[in-house]
């Protein structure tokens, strides 16, 4: 891992000016710089870029924040990678700190098999180029198939020689372990302990990663010796660093396409995707003849909402990816299919198609996903009614996955129209699959939480005598704690307000402006109070949070709020801290992301003249404003679990279990007493308005 000194050293260094205008043309408005934002098709100028606080944001889309941030977005690097891609530019040597025995054994390996896929795709691209029979036989056979040589150096294709282990011999020769050579899929071992290569006789296709590493091959044996072979394709077998359902074939050569473009193509093989972007159309991947799975589609979502599925017409394969495609649904993505002509698939039709062409014809017979299958399922059931009953089901069940409800109600009315059905019976059924998907959820839900609360409990208990650790000695005492600071709520605080769609609740919008506090201000004194000894202490902004939180028993819900929380308040004593410098650049890209949002937003929670015309800031009233959030934020979350326990009491699963029952009772009547509390504590409610 990279030490915190030396990404302390990259930050200070990226300018994000000077990162931004390696992809962006900027000119100057006013103190900032303007300039078409690289994530979307922006028309206008929209993407801000602030020297003098480092960060980015486009207004229209939203994406943004600092150096690291970008570098990650535009070209869709790991945050370490993103690092290493900044310290290369600014010319800052990388130090990482010592990992532990077990993790040094296992980046280790991950290394090692990384560098061993690394020497073998240069070897397979030399022999390829380099020899006469690379030449002669491989690059012959890949010219045959219309790829140019521009195009087989960009997907790094290769070959590799007849001799069944050449490779094996000249990997050993360079030092490579022959452990490494089994393990990566490259070799294998036959009975009498030989080494042999694995892709013997065939031309190369490297699988890359996000970042470009070298994962795994897939490796054709040439037209001219198909004939009997039962595999005419070979891959890499799964390994450390490998997993098939983990990837997507062009996914390296196709990302920033697809995110300027806003849409993903899927085909089926590697030719496939290799044709189409060297006919002009590059937003392509393959899922290399393997059924579509969950990682895969979060890997292409990563990217865009739209995906058009491309296939070559056969019936047997369309109906197979049906299921697949229902998951592209449920994650909430806007799926298309386009059928080609009779006897084509991607690959022949962008041989014989430009790019224009080949967009032009999706787009003119590209139909929606429902609508596709409702057709191709009408077809085979005919008139049967049993048949037809079949349909309705799996169409309803495609239907009810769609997390939009506007979404769902329009297919519903077009499904409906295309079986000749009434709404109401497609919207009943749709809404039983929901209700007991709702209740699956819930009960996964429930299952996470008793299981926390457990965890929780062990961490809580006591230790035994036999398990108490031995008696701190005098160097090794902690300096004591403030008394009037406690700790910062617990990171396994278990609410039974339930954590999706909490962003449209007013509780989380209050919950949000008061980390904006702290991530700004943290660190700022915001009023004095007086101790027992009649002397004035100052308190911090996240003093004040911290301890007013702990007062009600209350804590944020948001797991990530809550750990920014914790670090602000144990790093509250320190000199040097300046919260919005650390979350800006703290380790964790979910942090410092969520940091960038959070300093880069633009609007301002309040502001107004004095009656000199000073416009009076956020900060000029910290002493107002923090306290005033923190009242309408107690009072909204405390309402809103109130309401979700009372809910639960009325559930009859909850009231059948009488443990269950017993603990929502119990939180039910804590939270009612910390409501009186606060009611005479803080007396008439002053509401925020946001």
């Given amino acids: 891992m990279i030490d915190q000194p030396t990404i302390d050293r990259i930050m200070d260094a990226a300018q994000i000016y000077d990162v931004v ?9 006013g103190v900032n710089y303007v300039g078409l934002c690289p994530f979307h098709d922006d028309k206008t100028p929209s993407f801000s870029v602030s020297p003098a606080k480092n960060l980015c944001k486009c207004f229209a889309c939203g994406k943004g924040g600092n150096p690291v941030h970008f570098i990650m977005l535009h070209e869709q690097l790991s945050y370490p990678d993103a690092l290493r891609y900044l310290a290369k530019k600014y010319h800052i040597e990388i130090k990482e700190r010592e990992l532990t025995d077990e993790e040094k054994a296992a980046q280790t390996e991950r290394d090692s098999l990384f560098v061993v896929n690394q020497f073998a ?23 045959s198939r219309g790829f140019r040589d521009d195009t087989i150096e960009k997907f790094q294709l290769g070959y590799c020689t007849e001799r069944p282990d050449a490779f094996a011999k000249e990997a050993l020769a360079k030092g490579y372990q022959r452990d490494f050579l089994v393990k990566t899929g490259l070799c294998y071992e036959t009975d009498d302990h030989r080494l042999r290569d694995r892709f013997w006789g065939r031309v190369i296709f490297p699988f890359h990663t996000l970042s470009g590493k070298v994962v795994a091959f897939g490796g054709r044996v040439l037209a001219s010796a198909t004939k009997g072979v039962k595999m005419k394709y070979v891959n890499s077998p799964e390994s450390e660093i490998y997993h098939k359902s983990n990837e997507l074939y062009g996914i390296y050569q196709a990302k920033q396409a697809i995110v300027k ?21 590059e937003n392509v991947v393959a899922s290399s003849g393997t059924a579509l799975t969950t990682h895969q589609i979060k890997l292409i979502h990563r990217f865009t909402n739209n995906l058009t599925v491309l296939y ?17 649904l449920e994650e909430g993505m806007n799926i298309k299919v386009c059928l080609l002509p009779d006897g ?19 787009q003119e017979h590209e139909t929606d996903f429902i609508r596709f299958k409702t057709n191709l399922l009408l077809d085979d ?22 997390p939009e409800a506007i979404v769902r109600d329009v297919y519903i009315k077009e499904c409906a129209q295309l079986l000749h059905v009434e709404d109401r019976l497609l919207v009943s059924e749709v809404a039983k699959r929901r209700e007991k998907q709702a209740e699956q959820r819930a009960e996964q839900r429930e299952r996470e939480r008793r299981q926390a609360q457990a965890q929780a409990q062990t961490q809580a208990a ?12 005098v160097e090794d005492v902690p300096p004591p704690a403030s008394e009037e600071i406690p700790p910062a709520p617990e990171a396994d605080y278990v609410s039974f307000i339930p954590q999706e769609e909490k962003e449209g609740r007013e509780f989380y919008r209050y919950e949000r402006l008061i980390l904006q506090m702290v991530v700004r201000y943290g660190e700022r004194v915001m009023c004095n109070v007086t101790d027992d000894e009649g002397r004035e202490v100052p308190v911090t902004v996240t003093e004040y949070v911290v301890q007013d939180l702990h007062e009600d028993d209350l804590a944020f819900h948001n797991p990530l709020h809550r750990r920014m929380l914790q670090e602000a308040a144990e790093r509250i004593g320190t000199e040097s801290f300046v919260a919005e410098h650390y979350f800006l650049n703290h380790p964790d890209p979910a942090i410092s992301q969520l940091s960038a949002e959070l300093v880069s937003d633009r609007y301002q929670l309040s502001k107004y003249h004095s009656k000199s015309q000073h416009i009076v ?23 809103e679990e109130l309401t979700h326990l009372m809910r639960a009491l009325q559930d009859p699963t909850v009231l059948a279990d009488n443990d269950r029952c017993t603990a929502v009772l119990t939180r039910y009547n804590e939270m009612r007493q910390v409501q009186s509390v606060m009611a005479k504590r803080l007396g008439d409610r002053v509401v925020l308005k946001l």
């Avoid at 390696?22 to 100057?28: E, I, Q």
């Avoid at 991607?346 to 967009?359: L, Y």
């Avoid at 800031?617 to 309402?639: H, W």
């Fill in 344 to 362: 084509e698939d991607p690959d022949s039709f962008a041989r014989q198609h430009n790019g224009t062409e080949f967009r032009q014809f999706i």
């Fill in 21 to 29: 205008s390696d992809f962006v043309t900027l000119r100057k408005r």
């Fill in 312 to 328: 070559d017409g056969d019936a047997a394969g369309i109906k197979a990816s049906l299921r697949g495609i229902d998951m592209l």
């Fill in 121 to 143: 795709n240069d070897y397979f691209r030399r022999t390829l180029r380099d020899t006469d029979e690379g030449r002669n036989i491989g690059l012959a056979y890949l010219r």
């Fill in 261 to 281: 473009q806003d849409r993903c193509y899927l085909v089926e093989g590697y030719t496939d995707v290799i044709s189409m972007y060297q006919s002009g159309v």
């Fill in 617 to 639: 800031t956020d900060e000029e009233r910290l002493y107002e404003l923090v306290p005033l959030l923190m009242v309408n934020f107690k009072y909204a979350i405390v309402s």
């Fill in 462 to 473: 006591p230790p035994s005598a036999a398990d108490a650790p031995p008696a701190p000695g």
């Fill in 381 to 402: 059931a005919g008139r049967d009614p049993i048949r037809r009953a079949e349909l309705i089901g799996s169409l309803v069940q495609s239907i009810a996955v769609i």
